[in-house]
């Protein structure tokens, strides 16, 4: 029997005694992962076909900046979030300037898996493997036989925590290095408040002096108020260097 899933997720509990028994059970797979609260939505505007280094914000500028300010920071940066790769582009055309061997990691599970679009509205078939078959190739291209190394970690940010807690191996020089220190970190990957924060509460640790934190989407997503309480009540670790109504960026002044 075919199940319509429109119908499925736009109704709301009282009324779900109205489906069938079928799509009574899928309601309820529904939302005992997602919490009976939330809007669940499908997109379609992620289907059209992927194109690399186009992005789906604003305030890249920012990104920009960001990134070359955190040329003088030690340790890896990041992306969580690659979607198309804009993100990653714009950081390592910056970390190419620098005059020491730099390291960007992506995070990203992509698999059409439920995406946290915001506090109150998750998101299903949003990010296809699809999109990571056209961006990931195109960023190793772009640091081959440059300063700049890439990784990428099909996974999603809660399974990097727990996997590379202890750092990430990297091979290089004939030697095996554990790194364990971030210089730049481009949140961008789920938008609630609690995974953003977890986030934060990763990457503030191992971050070195003058790294940059950049987050996406800071208005009407998620509680961005809970993450800048959180790195500025850190006893002046960090100081905050701008905030728009779409990024804001923060510069560790500071280390324990
Ligand atoms: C808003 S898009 C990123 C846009 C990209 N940073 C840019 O500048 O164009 C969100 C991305 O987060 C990824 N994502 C979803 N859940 C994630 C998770 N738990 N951890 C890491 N990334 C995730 C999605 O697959 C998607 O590619």
């Given at each position: 029997?075919?199940?319509?899933?429109?119908?499925i997720?736009?109704?709301?509990?009282?009324?779900i005694?109205?489906?069938?028994?079928?799509e009574?059970a899928?309601?309820?797979?529904q939302?005992?992962?997602?919490g009976?609260?939330?809007?669940?939505?499908?997109w379609?505007?992620?289907?059209?076909a992927?194109?690399?280094?186009?992005?789906?914000?604003?305030?890249y500028?920012?990104?920009?900046?960001a990134?070359?300010?955190?040329?003088?920071?030690r340790?890896?940066?990041?992306?969580?979030?690659v979607?198309?790769?804009?993100?990653?582009?714009?950081?390592?055309?910056?970390f190419?300037?620098?005059e020491?061997?730099?390291?960007?990691?992506?995070?990203d599970?992509?698999?059409?898996?439920?995406?946290?679009?915001k506090?109150?509205?998750?998101?299903l078939?949003a990010?296809?493997?699809?999109?990571?078959?056209?961006?990931?190739?195109?960023?190793?291209?772009l640091?081959?036989?440059?300063?700049?190394?890439?990784?990428f970690?099909q996974?999603?940010?809660e399974?990097?925590?727990?996997?590379?807690?202890?750092?990430?191996?990297?091979?290089?020089n004939?030697?095996?290095?554990?790194?364990?220190?971030?210089?730049?970190?481009?949140?961008d990957g789920?938008?609630?408040?609690?995974?953003t924060?977890?986030?934060?509460?990763f990457?503030?640790?191992?971050a070195s002096?003058?790294?940059?934190?950049?987050y996406?989407?800071?208005?009407?997503?998620?509680d961005?108020?809970?993450?800048?309480?959180?790195?500025?009540?850190?006893?002046?670790?960090?100081?905050?260097?701008?905030?728009?109504?779409?990024?804001a960026?923060?510069?560790?002044?500071?280390?324990?």
């Open positions: 029997m075919e199940v319509d899933l429109n119908k997720f736009n109704v709301s509990e009282r009324y005694e109205n489906l069938s028994p079928l009574q899928v309601w309820w797979t939302h005992r992962i997602f009976s609260e939330l809007t669940i939505s499908h379609t505007d992620e289907k059209v992927p194109e690399f280094g186009r992005g789906d914000g604003s305030g500028e920012i990104l920009q900046q990134a070359e300010y955190s040329l003088g920071a340790g890896v940066s990041v992306e969580i979030g979607r198309e790769g804009c993100g990653s582009k714009i950081m390592i055309e910056q190419k300037k620098s020491f061997p730099k390291l960007h990691i992506g995070i599970p992509y698999g059409s898996i439920p995406y946290l679009y506090d109150t509205e998750h998101v078939n990010y296809p493997n699809e999109m990571r078959d056209v961006a990931i190739p195109e960023l190793y291209k640091c081959a036989g440059s300063n700049v190394d890439f990784m970690f996974m999603t940010d399974q990097f925590f727990k996997r590379f807690a202890d750092g990430i191996p990297i091979y290089m004939n030697t095996e290095y554990i790194i364990n220190e971030y210089g730049c970190v481009y949140f789920p938008h609630t408040t609690k995974t924060l977890n986030e934060t509460k990457f503030a640790p191992r002096l003058n790294a940059m934190f950049i996406d989407d800071v208005e009407e997503y998620y961005h108020d809970v993450i800048e309480s959180y790195l500025l009540d850190e006893d002046g670790t960090w100081a905050q260097i701008i905030r728009t109504n779409v990024k960026v923060y510069h560790k002044i500071k280390v324990k």
